[in-house]
């Protein structure tokens, strides 16, 4: 019988269809698709018979499966994986006793081995094309444009997702097994092996296997790789393969993170971990710059394997060590991350050896030299690395203040992820600090100056008791030369006056301790005359006892000696000996003990010292995070807000101003920011830790009450809403709100500030809740405005406020179309008003105008019929100020003018009360027209409404059908338009309109009877000339002319020329102020002064700036004043020395910058007036200027425009200064390839100016910069083209410059005269302007007219540039105002009553 063929696992297979040689099993013959069912059918008849050896019969059979497997039906491919499935499980169940038969013969063992490989062999087929079948049907899923992809996904994937785990199972059951047997016990072929791990990575390379409902199968597949590295030696291929799929496919570098930390673990297969890292180790760091997709896998594999295996990663980590000076960013990430891992879970705590902290001092160093590392997506990492690496607990206290500094240094950081990860790791530090809960500044330096000291003292202490710098001996050998002296004067005679004044004592002791202390105090002489008595008296008793020798001398030297060094033990021989040695033991143990204690002195000053560094770095980060809360970036604003609430709670002193820097932004536009705002209030304030009710209650209010001290109107307005949106969520307990009511009736007790804090709080619910107001008015009147309210006008002030929340909105009684809130005038409030603003009236009180203002304006908002309280307040006070002034009058012969009255030649008055009667006239005024203008306009056209509905309902149908017939189309085209109710409103508007005008200033009104005095005041500044009197008739002049617009325009020219000429910085301001409502107002009459509106910008005094630059930017955003020829004082305000006005104007360009065009229009006129000569802006500051504006240039076309524009000016340009602001300009412009073309095609216009260092300097910027963007190589071209042009121009220039001082015809520039400008750009008040300065100008039309008619116009000294006129075709681009934009209503109602709402 021949021999069976032996079956030789294939390399592909269409070898077994290749006769590979003698004895080798070949197939027959490929079974065609439709034969393929009864052939199955056959080999499962067979495999019941004779089992698994079945397959050697039937194996082309399931090979002709395998052949056809993508034509064949799902029927057949399911019925082939079945059995197969059921073969492999039976001979998996047979071989254990057929490997144990030791009696087995050699053609059982070969049938065996092949049917083995041969079923592992299909089964492992049937697998992998199955995967395959499956993965392309999911690709085909996923793709968008493919039809019936649930049909594709249906075909055999349910039934190989069902059955891959078991299959799985199934091959590492049958790995596990000895098989050596069946290969004559020599090692098994690595093919067979090489085939079930094939399958297995065939599997991990489908994308959806790391999806957590393939977790099962994913363990299996570890599973089985396992047992197949554990059963032969395929470390090398395996490690190999594992490395290519990790390049190759991205979604395994999780799955094999798992898979080696399993084997590691569970299969001991260490040394295949560093196999893998070492093979990532090698590869070359160029290459993995270019592969992403690589860099990808290996950075994920390594970063979560170091979170796994620890331990492993860090034996091995030296391997990885050069990638860090590799350009891929994701290596250094995922190597940075292994070592934060290592540090954090393996070279953590304090018992660690001298080798591990070395390490981990090392990483640490590496961690903090790449906080600086050039990318950015490293720098974050490597921050947020520190963060969890602090929250662990694993940083050692002696880095915590190096990476403190390296995190505070990164707010400055460019990228916004960078900046965010640093407060992240800040708020960290401050979580986990172990410091203090408490880090003020203030409060740990004292402890650690009182504890300095106490250690300096101690310091002092153990000085003495340290060893001593010299002994006793070489103290003698010292004193020796003076004592032989003295010894040897001993055997001279006495010289006259000599006496021997000494005597031995009685006893030796005592002798000896008088000998001792002779020497000391260096008594040598005598000492030496006591030794040589004592010799005599006490021979032969210790230690007086002398060798033999008869050398007298040498005996008295030798005792000396004996008895200083300390050698002679003395004659106390009956004492124990151990009392010295005891003696000594106690001050070593005391010495010891002193030392303990200066260690431990010396930790406590370390340890304090290292808080309060900590708490300064900490100040530090407070003041940059605080200025990011204004950032465009919400992640970082966010992570600010973030970060103050947790130091909020470590009780910094300066975390109160971040908290309060985050309140304007409630209003922010984010939703994001306005609820984290909302949060970080509500857990600060919200959530105190006190137990009951009224503990939290009263911490709340403690809390909210420090806010508001020294607050701003706009803080008390931002904490209003924040208030208000918590009321509103019903989330303030009502135990505040009643503490707050007993505060504010004394019930609880508490001081005045915290009593107006608690009235301040209610107004605030009272916005959310206008019932806690309303319900206890009575209160609020009775409490507030009594009698004791002439004490201290804050408190009633205050209530004013709050009371004034309960007017009604007049938007809301439109549309209920219901009477507004009023209450009657002899309602109690108003009695007590009138009673408090006369009473005070005659009271010198600083605080009685804001109370009287907050009076007025709350008696127009709820009273009926307003004025006539408000004139029978105005009627009591007059009478005050008359009786005050026949008073004065009867007692002129008497005293005499004083310094605090003011005196007009009939009588003298007290300067206060003129103050408060022009305060009172000018609040009353403006008021008055407030209410006319909003509250009447609103009554009327309510009552309109109402009068136009009820008219409706009355006719009947009939009635409008006849009406429609009669009166044709135009009624109806105008009911339609709205015509008829918009003339309505014009009507009301007018009616209005000519009340203010005529009768509220005419000599019938009460009003008019103050204009005289006020104007008096106004142009008497010498005869009156108290500021505070000089500031508020100014303000009231600036009221009264709000009322007519007739009053406005003839009293015009007063209010601009105080505003120019008043040394008062509070009038120039108040005016100021004034003429910003006027131009909203009568902005036709106020147009003509726009230049001195302007001119205040470079007022000398701050305050005034200030109020300036914030009243023209509400106008300009407004369109309210024109922009054009004098928004360059505007720019100016950009490097203003005061940093809060500088601010403004930085506020007003980027709101300018959000209208369009706005900012890109007005750069040519700004560049145009700040490099004129006359200007006085110094170089420096045009640059600082130009830097901020043009950073709002952000678009490609803008951008070649001003390219073109620029160039043009080269021709118009005059002096170098100009032709160097210019091109400054230009290399600020981020040029593109069409603004090179620009350049180059308008080169003709600059090209005589290159010879100046500087203006050449700025082209070669602009190029430098352009080809660092990446340019196309013709684009290149021309760059080097236009660089070759301006070295020639800029060398032929200098060759001209050194030629024309001989007389060559090449024009030089010539420098302009420039007036001389001091240090400051700010312009003197007085001097520059003249009396014909403050002519009213003429008006618009008239002044139109004159310059049609008049000569040709001079030359001015302001550039004018060709270019302005050439290039503004386009809309979009124009800068010029037109005639239509120009405001021509002569009084916005509208404005002025959105105004006086605000």
Request: aromatic content about 6%; proline content about 5%.
């Amino acid at each position: 019988m021949a021999a069976a063929p032996e079956f030789h696992l294939p390399l592909a297979p269409a070898d077994l269809l290749q006769d590979g040689g003698p004895g080798r099993y070949v197939v027959r013959e490929v079974l065609l698709a439709r034969e393929l069912p009864p052939a199955l059918a056959a080999f499962r008849t067979a495999f019941r018979a004779q089992g698994a050896l079945a397959v050697l019969q039937h194996f082309d059979c399931v090979y002709s499966v395998l052949h056809h497997f993508r034509s064949v039906g799902t029927a057949v491919k399911e019925d082939a994986l079945e059995l197969m499935m059921r073969v492999v499980s039976h001979h998996s169940s047979e071989l254990p006793a057929i490997l144990s038969d030791s009696g087995l013969s050699h053609a059982d063992r070969t049938a065996h081995l092949n049917a083995l490989k041969m079923n592992c062999y299909l089964l492992t087929g049937l697998m992998d094309a199955f995967e395959m079948e499956t993965c392309k049907n999911s690709c085909l899923e996923a793709d968008p444009g493919r039809k019936n992809r649930k049909n594709h996904a249906k075909t055999s994937g349910s039934l190989w997702e069902e059955e891959r785990e078991p299959l799985l199972r199934l091959l590492t059951q049958l790995l596990q097994l000895d098989l050596r047997p069946l290969w004559g016990g020599l090692v098994v072929e690595e093919e067979f092996f090489s085939l079930m791990m094939g399958s297995c990575y065939r599997i991990l390379e489908n994308p959806s296997i790391g999806l957590q409902r393939y977790r099962v199968t994913r363990e299996a597949v570890t599973h089985l790789l396992a047992a197949a590295l554990v059963h032969c030696d395929h470390m090398f291929s395996a490690t190999l393969k594992i490395t290519q799929m990790l390049q190759h496919f991205e979604h395994v570098a999780s799955v094999f993170a798992q898979a080696v930390s399993l084997w590691a673990k569970e299969y001991g297969l260490k040394s295949l971990v560093g196999e893998l890292l070492r093979e990532i180790g090698q590869k070359c760091p160029q290459d993995l710059a270019r592969e992403g997709s690589g860099v990808k896998g290996f950075a994920t594999f390594i970063s979560e394997l170091a979170e796994q295996i620890p331990t492993l990663v860090l034996a091995n980590m030296s391997v990885l060590l050069p990638h860090l000076d590799g350009e891929s960013y994701m290596m250094r990430n995922a190597i940075l991350a292994a070592m934060a891992e290592v540090l954090v879970q393996v070279l953590n705590g304090d018992q660690l050896e001298k080798a591990a902290r070395g390490t981990r001092d090392r990483f640490l160093d590496t961690l903090q030299a790449h906080v600086c590392d050039v990318h950015s997506f490293v720098r974050s990492r490597v921050l947020q690395l520190f963060t969890r690496i602090v929250q662990h607990k694993a940083l050692p206290l002696t880095q915590f203040q190096s990476v403190v500094s390296l995190a505070v240094g990164r707010l400055k950081d460019k990228s916004v992820i960078v900046v965010k990860n640093a407060i992240q790791l800040l708020a960290a530090f401050l979580s986990n600090n172990p410091f203090s809960s408490k880090l003020s500044c203030t409060d740990l330096d004292k402890p650690l100056k009182k504890e300095m000291q106490k250690l300096k003292e101690m310091r002092d202490r153990n000085r003495p008791t340290a060893a001593p710098v010299v002994t006793p001996e070489e103290e003698w050998e010292a004193m020796l030369p003076e004592i032989r002296a003295a010894t040897q004067q001993l055997f001279q005679p006495l010289q006259k006056g000599e006496e021997e004044e000494l005597e031995v004592e009685e006893t030796v002791e005592r002798t000896v301790e008088q000998i001792t202390g002779l020497l000391k105090k260096l008594n040598y002489k005598s000492a030496t005359r006591l030794v040589q008595k004592a010799l005599c008296r006490f021979q032969g008793k210790e230690p007086f006892i002398g060798p033999d020798e008869e050398n007298e001398e040498a005996t008295i030297l030798g005792v000396l000696k004996r008895l200083y060094t300390g050698s002679c033990p003395g004659e106390n021989s009956e004492d124990p000996p151990g009392d010295n040695s005891s003696d000594k033991i106690e001050e070593v143990a005391q010495d010891e003990q002193a030392q303990t204690e200066l260690i431990k002195q010396e930790m406590l000053v370390q340890y304090l010292q290292d808080a309060y560094n900590f708490s300064v770095k900490i100040t530090e980060a407070l003041n940059l995070i605080s200025k990011m809360m204004y950032e465009t970036s919400v992640s970082v604003v966010q992570e600010a807000i973030e970060f103050f609430v947790t130091v909020s709670q470590f009780g910094v002193p300066q975390a109160l101003l971040g908290v309060r820097r985050m309140l304007p932004l409630v209003w922010s536009k984010e939703p994001g920011i306005k609820e984290a705002v909302l949060n970080a209030y509500k857990q600060l304030y919200l959530s105190p830790s006190e137990d009951s009710e009224r503990a939290k209650a009263q911490a709340l209010v403690h809390s909210l009450s420090l806010i508001m001290v020294d607050a701003s109107l706009a803080t008390i307005q931002c904490l209003e809403e924040i208030i208000s949106e918590f009321v509103q969520k019903d989330e303030i307990k009502p135990a505040v709100t009643q503490l707050l009511w007993e505060r504010f009736t004394e019930r609880s007790p508490c001081s005045a500030l915290e009593r107006r804090a608690a009235v301040m709080l209610l107004g605030m619910m009272a916005r959310g809740k206008p019932e806690i107001i309303g319900s206890n008015l009575d209160i609020l009147v009775t409490m507030g405005l009594s009698e004791k309210a002439c004490e201290d006008y804050r408190l009633p002030q205050e209530v004013c406020n709050v009371i004034s929340k309960l007017a009604s909105n007049p938007k809301q009684t439109l549309e209920k179309n219901s009477a507004p809130f009023r209450l009657p005038q002899n309602h109690m409030l108003f009695g007590c008003l009138s009673e408090t603003v006369s009473k005070g009236f005659a009271q010198p009180s600083s605080h009685w105008i804001p109370f009287m203002e907050s009076a007025i304006t709350l008696i127009y908002q709820l009273a009926e019929g307003p004025e006539e309280i408000c004139a029978d307040i105005l009627h009591k006070c007059s009478q005050q100020v008359l009786e005050k002034l026949q008073e004065a009058d009867e007692q002129k012969a008497d005293a005499g003018d004083s310094p605090g009255k003011v005196s007009d030649g009939a009588g003298s008055l007290s300067t206060f009360l003129l103050l408060h009667l022009v305060s009172l006239v000018g609040q009353v005024a403006l008021q008055q027209v407030v209410y006319l203008e909003v509250s009447v306009s609103a009554e009327l056209r309510r009552r309109r409404i109402l009068k136009e509905e009820k008219t409706k309902k009355k006719s009947d149908t009939s009635t409008r059908k006849q009406r429609a017939r009669s009166t044709g189309n135009e009624t109806t085209m105008e009911e339609e338009l709205g015509l008829v109710g918009a003339t309505a409103d014009d009507t009301e508007a007018e009616l209005i309109r000519g009340i203010c005008e005529t009768e509220l200033l005419d000599g019938k009104h009460l009003l008019s009877v103050f204009v005289p005095l006020v104007l008096k005041i106004c142009t008497n500044p010498g005869l009156y000339s108290n500021s505070a009197l000089s500031a508020a008739a100014a303000l009231t002049l600036g009221k009264l002319c709000m009322v007519s617009s007739e009053f406005c325009d003839s009293h015009l020219r007063l209010l601009f020329t105080m505003m120019e000429k008043s040394t008062l910085p509070d009038v120039r301001s108040n005016l100021i102020i004034a003429a910003g409502d006027l131009a909203i107002r009568f902005p036709n009459l106020v147009e003509p002064w726009t230049s001195h509106l302007y001119a205040r910008l470079r007022d000398p005094c701050p305050s005034v700036r200030q109020t300036a630059g914030l009243v023209m930017t509400h106008l300009i955003l407004k369109d309210m004043v024109k922009v054009k020829g004098q928004v360059s004082e505007m720019a100016t305000l950009l490097i203003d020395p005061e940093e809060e006005i500088m601010g403004v104007a930085q506020n007003f360009f980027g709101e300018l910058a959000n209208k369009g065009n706005a900012v890109y229009n007005l750069l040519p006129d700004i560049i145009s007036h700040l490099s004129d000569p006359n200007s006085g802006i110094e170089e420096e500051s045009f640059h600082t200027i130009m830097r901020h504006l043009f950073s709002y240039i952000t678009k490609d076309k803008q951008t070649e425009s001003l390219v073109e524009k620029l160039c043009q000016r080269f021709r118009t340009a005059r002096t170098e200064r100009q032709y160097r602001d210019l091109s400054h300009c230009l290399a600020l412009l981020p040029v593109s390839e069409r603004g090179l073309h620009k350049l180059q095609d308008n080169y003709d216009c600059f090209a005589d100016k290159l010879q100046d260092p500087a203006v050449y300097n700025c082209f070669q910027t602009v190029l430098a910069r352009f080809r660092r963007a990446g340019v196309k190589p013709e684009t290149k071209a021309l760059a080097e083209e236009l660089e070759q042009k301006l070295s020639a121009s800029h060398n032929r220039g200098l060759d001209s410059t050194e030629i024309c001082p001989d007389g060559s015809q090449t024009p030089m520039p010539v420098p302009a005269k420039r007036k001389p400008v001091g240090s400051s750009h700010r312009q003197p008040l007085s001097p520059v302007n003249t009396d014909d300065d403050f002519m009213t100008p003429p008006s618009r039309t008239l002044r139109n007219h004159k310059r049609t008619q008049k000569c040709p116009p001079r030359k001015k000294p302001i550039i004018t540039f060709s270019s302005d006129e050439e290039n503004n075709s386009e809309d979009e681009l124009s800068a010029e105002l037109r005639e239509e934009e120009t405001p021509t209503k002569t009084t916005p109602i509208t404005r002025s009553s959105a105004r006086q709402l605000r």
